[in-house]
């Protein structure tokens, strides 16, 4: 063999166009990330739902930056996690407002936490195949990738308060993803 055929066998394989490469968990949280993305960019822009959904799926969602190739996310994911926020904004807030101090309500919050939260708590309310404490745990992760202060540890107290309102049950629940091998 070759060094050339070498080379060509050892250099890994382009992602997959469908699934965009990477894991199943790797693309649901890719799709987490850039739906608070989008909902930060409809908020500060007022642009269109459905335009911001098209233009992430389209040439956002695992893109190459500065060379770097990212994961991309789950585009279904993506999209109902947006559009539900987005369309279910009135319920998604109520319930916010309920877990935030009343001297800071939703309207108050920097438009990049208040994307964080009202996707988590979309999320929550809706996607009830996932256990609360994993959703709680992937919008923490974004609050950290975005924030270096408190606001992470806000997400987590307002996300769990949430939680505790709309699926007590499941929290009660032990969480899948820690789950110890059995042996």
């Given amino acids: 063999m070759s060094n050339d055929d070498a080379a060509r066998r050892a250099k890994p394989k382009r992602a997959n166009r469908k699934t965009g490469?990477?894991?199943?968990?790797?693309?649901?949280?890719?799709?987490?990330?850039?739906?608070?993305?989008?909902l930060y960019q409809i908020d500060l822009t007022g642009a269109a739902v459905?335009?911001?959904?098209?233009?992430?799926?389209a040439h956002r969602l695992g893109e190459e930056i500065d060379g770097d190739k990212f994961v991309a996310g789950d585009p279904q994911l993506f999209s109902d996690i947006v559009r539900g926020?987005?369309?279910?904004?009135?319920?998604?807030?109520s319930v916010l407002g309920?877990?935030?101090d009343p001297r800071f309500p939703i309207e108050r919050l920097e438009l990049l936490l208040r994307a964080i939260l009202r996707a988590g708590a979309y999320e929550i309310a809706v996607h009830l195949d996932t256990h609360p404490r994993i959703l709680i745990s992937e919008y923490v992760d974004i609050g950290h990738a975005f924030y270096a202060g408190r606001e992470?540890?806000?997400v987590n107290g307002v996300l769990d308060h949430v939680a505790r309102?709309?699926?007590?049950?499941?929290l009660?629940?032990?969480?899948?993803?820690?789950?110890?091998?059995?042996?």
């Fill in 85 to 93: 926020a987005v369309h279910r904004r009135a319920e998604v807030d």
């Fill in 50 to 57: 459905e335009t911001v959904v098209g233009e992430f799926v």
């Fill in 165 to 170: 309102a709309l699926r007590a049950d499941d």
């Fill in 21 to 38: 490469g990477g894991s199943a968990k790797a693309r649901r949280k890719a799709a987490r990330l850039g739906a608070v993305q989008a």
């Fill in 172 to 183: 009660a629940k032990p969480d899948p993803s820690r789950a110890q091998p059995e042996g």
């Fill in 152 to 154: 992470p540890a806000m």
């Fill in 98 to 100: 309920a877990a935030l």
